[in-house]
């Protein structure tokens, strides 16, 4: 992965760690990226049968609007990183 996907990736999860779940449209306005690009971070970041992905979030729809979830794992994840940060 180069240096930029790998700041997109921790922007992306910082954003969740602070708010979860967030819509898509709002994640992808703060990291300023096209779609193609949230897509390849979502299938990324995700769960896929097809494609492996790391499982730190999901995709699920909430009033209408599509939003993205920490998982349990990801969860872990952010706890991990808000101790480094300390």
Do not use: W
Not at 23 to 33: C, E, T, V, W, Y
């Amino acid at each position: 992965m180069d240096t930029q996907i790998d700041d997109l990736v921790i922007a992306l999860l910082q954003q969740l760690c602070a708010e979860d779940p967030l819509s898509l449209a709002r994640a992808n306005k703060a990291l300023g990226i096209r779609r193609s690009q949230m897509e390849r971070l979502l299938l990324f970041l995700g769960r896929s049968e097809m494609l492996g992905g790391l499982d730190y979030i999901c995709q699920e729809e909430q009033g209408g609007r599509p939003v993205i979830r920490l998982t349990d794992k990801g969860k872990v994840l952010c706890a991990q990183m808000h101790a480094a940060d300390k």
